[in-house]
Each structure stands twice: as structure tokens, then as C-alpha cells.
């Protein structure tokens, strides 16, 4: 595991220490900040897998087919740092591989070049889709873990509007929108309204 201020072994200690202190919320909230640092590491996967299994919300959705499980899972593979490393080794490998192709005479020498500058550009192709991915996903598709251990989720945002439904602690929810201190969320069954922002914090 790496180490520093903003890490995966620091986000996984505090999700630790929370468990321990029986706040589920922010346990729940450290690990998955330490899964996006360490999407591969056994010890935070374990770990959220047991929180869920302490969840009040078991909200039953519908599994996503097999290709797109596993393009989710390729995708998510590697952090975007990882994956802007490779970009920038492929970037120089393509570059190298080609310029060999131009200018080297020898016609077998040749064509490995240019067999190995195409294959470096393809992968370069798919490592640049699956970091824009990435940063579209940190950019529009932003989560949050609810924090109280029974949160309002009300039609809009203000205390005057009618409670719909409730949801309790360590419960992910995606958001939506803001306004005034409130933010807009919804469940992965489709059920939408809106939430104290002082109720959840955004992963």
C-alpha cells in the first residue's frame, strides 16, 4: 500500500478506526476513499463487504449483464494516476516505434517497428478512453455515504417539504444536485429526493 497524506493506507486506518468506534457511516465513507486509491487491495474489499452486510438500506436492484460487469471492472482496474503513467509511457513507446519504422532501413526491423507503434497507439486508444472515463465519472457522477443514522429524504429542498422516505447510515447515494445546503440524491432503485447536506459526505 502506498503512504502520504492523501492515501489508500491512511483513508483504510480511518475506516478502521471508525468501525471500531461503531460509526459505520464514516467507516463505510474511509474505505471507499481507500478503494479508490487501491481499487485491487483484498484487505479494503473485505472490509466494505462486511459493512454492507451491516446495512439497514438492502436495496435490491437488478445485476448488470456479464460484458458490462467486466468492462466496469477493466475500466476501474487501475487509479487515473496509474493509468496516466501508462498514457505517458505508451505515448513515448508509439512515438519511438514509429519514428523506427520511418527510418530504419532494414525491411524486418522495419516492420516490427511500425507492428509495434500500431499496437502501443491502440493501447494508448483504450488507456486515454478509460481515463476520461474516470475523470468524467469524479466530475458527474459523484457519490456520497450518509453519515446520521437515520436521514429524512425529503421532495425538496427545505424542511417544509414532505418527508418520502428515510434512509439510514453508511447507505451510498448518488448525487444529483444542490441548492441551499441541501443536495439532491437518488437511491440505485431510482427513488429520488433530497438530503441536509450536513446529513452525508461526498466521496
Not at 491512511?10 to 464514516?26: D, I, M, T, V
Not at 474505505?31 to 466494505?48: G, S
Not at 478512453?129 to 429524504?153: D, F, N, P, T
Request: net charge neutral; with cysteine.
Amino acid at each position: 500500500m502506498d503512504a502520504g497524506a492523501d492515501s489508500g493506507v491512511l483513508y483504510y486506518n480511518l475506516g478502521n478506526a471508525s468501525f471500531k468506534q461503531k460509526r459505520l457511516g464514516e467507516a463505510i465513507y474511509f474505505w471507499e476513499k481507500a478503494r479508490q486509491k487501491l481499487p485491487r487491495d483484498r484487505d479494503v474489499q473485505e472490509n466494505l463487504a462486511l459493512a454492507n452486510l451491516m446495512l439497514v438500506d438492502r436495496i435490491e436492484v437488478a445485476t448488470d449483464p456479464l460484458p458490462v460487469r467486466l468492462l466496469d471492472d477493466a475500466v476501474h482496474l487501475l487509479t487515473a494516476e496509474q493509468e496516466s503513467w501508462i498514457i505517458l509511457v505508451l505515448f513515448a513507446a508509439a512515438n519511438g516505434l514509429l519514428a523506427m519504422h520511418f527510418l530504419v532501413r532494414n525491411s524486418r526491423a522495419s516492420f516490427a517497428g511500425l507492428a509495434g507503434g500500431l499496437s502501443a497507439v491502440f493501447l494508448l486508444l483504450l488507456s486515454g478512453s478509460s481515463l476520461c472515463w474516470k475523470i468524467y465519472e469524479k466530475k458527474h457522477l459523484r457519490e456520497g455515504i450518509v453519515l446520521e443514522q437515520m436521514a429524512e429524504i425529503r421532495s425538496g429542498p427545505g424542511t417544509e417539504n414532505m418527508t418520502v422516505f428515510t434512509v439510514h447510515e453508511g447507505s451510498k447515494v448518488r448525487i444529483r444536485g444542490e441548492a441551499s445546503g441541501w443536495i439532491q440524491v437518488s437511491l440505485p432503485n431510482g427513488w429520488t429526493g433530497w438530503l441536509g447536506k450536513n446529513s452525508l459526505r461526498v466521496l
